[in-house]
């Protein structure tokens, strides 16, 4: 029986690609393809847990279980891996392959060693392994990262900042070159299915026909391809507001796990603030093409021979693409969401949704389109608040109005 193990990268539509595995079960099994459902729903992140050399206390799939303790991982691990192996001794008959997905095994299994107690795993209970990953140019990865750290991780950096902690040429995060020669290293490059994130190298431009048709063309006809754009960014107003409130309401506290005030927060954020998120400037993105470009050439030289260069350039170039405030706003911002928590242990949300309301009045008279999605705001968490709904109820009459065409000056 053969495995197809789909490990990323991260920030490569492994969400969409997930929850189509999961909500196509039935289709895949008509085929003999087998998704796994003991590892985890959609994404099967237990599975590269699994194979950790040791207990990590800050892992975020640990804080959110309450594992604290190595003997408590020790006894999860074990217990999972019982139910895969209890999952795929009761495969029905006719199955010939089964699939995971999770980036977590690209992104978090971080040595030679992990990789080789995952690959003698396999290698036990399966007569073939496939690896397949998809690669995205390193400028465009981070900018992405950025928003999901910032909703997922509690992350409280700005962008520049957050560039210059993780984006380097000895992270193997980014450094495809290094982070895919120890899966080479380990499962071989007949093993390996490297792939491009770029529309213009899809299977009809589109990523999940890829992914399917490379697996399988058969499983194309008949796939139900749920609501897509899962896991978007955030616009740069939200990821300003969202890195202001880790700050004041961490994501995770100490004893108790996941902080829930946190995740209600930065889940109405990210709702609220749905689109492209900033962007790098030029430069910046330049001298991170510049940083990755020899291992970039080396992984280009040893798996895509066929290409001129592994990424293409850059599509757009605007360098205030994204970017919706400046870095005195940016300041003033963070500055008024930090006083709503007065340094108690838990913030306030009347103060919260104060400072919103405020916020967007005192942008109103400069820039009338980020008031209206600060008091869009401070609406969904306060709906039934008179003077925010005059305000909204203001604010997209005038947004109407200077969109007509007889709104233009003389």
């Not at 206390?57 to 804080?63: G, S, V, W």
């Not at 399917?212 to 616009?235: A, K, Q, Y």
């Not at 104060?354 to 306060?382: C, F, H, I, N, W």
Request: one cysteine or more; a neutral charge.
């Amino acid at each position: 029986m053969k495995i197809i193990a789909h490990i990323g990268t991260p920030k490569t539509g492994t969400t969409s690609i997930q929850q189509v595995l999961n909500a196509n079960r039935d289709h895949l099994h008509s085929f003999g393809y087998h998704y796994l459902a003991s590892m985890g729903v959609s994404n099967h992140v237990a599975f590269p847990r699994c194979f950790y050399s040791k207990f990590r206390p800050t892992d975020e799939y640990c804080r959110i279980r309450r594992i604290t303790t190595p003997a408590e991982f020790e006894e999860h691990r074990a217990a999972k891996l019982r139910e895969l192996e209890d999952e795929l001794a009761s495969l029905p008959a006719g199955t010939h392959t089964v699939v995971t997905s999770c980036e977590h095994f690209y992104s978090r299994l971080n040595t030679a060693e992990e990789i080789a107690a995952l690959a003698g795993f396999l290698d036990r209970h399966f007569s073939h392994v496939e690896i397949v990953v998809y690669l995205r140019n390193q400028p465009e990865l981070l900018t992405s990262l950025y928003s999901t750290v910032l909703k997922a991780d509690g992350e409280i950096s700005g962008l520049h900042e957050f560039t210059g902690k993780v984006c380097r040429e000895s992270n193997p995060y980014f450094n495809f070159h290094l982070g895919l020669g120890r899966w080479r290293d380990q499962f071989g490059d007949d093993a390996l299915s490297a792939r491009l994130f770029a529309r213009d190298e899809f299977i009809d431009g589109d990523l999940l026909s890829d992914f399917f048709g490379r697996i399988d063309p058969v499983l194309l006809p008949g796939l139900l391809r749920p609501g897509s754009n899962h896991n978007e960014s955030m616009t740069h107003l939200g990821q300003v507001i969202a890195r202001s409130v880790n700050a004041v309401e961490p994501r995770y506290i100490e004893g108790a796990g996941s902080n829930k005030e946190n995740r209600r927060w930065i889940s109405r954020i990210a709702e609220a603030f749905r689109r492209t998120g900033q962007q790098l400037p030029e430069d910046v993105y330049q001298r991170i093409v510049d940083e990755f470009r020899a291992s970039n050439e080396n992984l280009r030289k040893e798996l895509f021979p066929g290409r001129d260069t592994l990424f293409p350039g850059r599509k757009q170039a605007d360098p205030n693409e994204g970017r919706m405030l400046t870095s005195e706003q940016e300041m003033v911002l963070s500055s008024l969401i930090g006083r709503s928590r007065g340094g108690r242990r838990k913030s306030h949300p009347k103060g919260a949704v104060r400072v919103l309301r405020d916020a967007a009045a005192a942008l109103e008279g400069t820039d009338l389109k980020q008031a209206y999605q600060l008091m869009k705001l401070a609406s969904a968490l306060k709906p039934e608040g008179d003077f925010i709904k005059r305000k909204l109820l203001a604010y997209e009459k005038k947004l109407g109005a200077d969109a007509s065409p007889s709104s233009g000056s003389d």
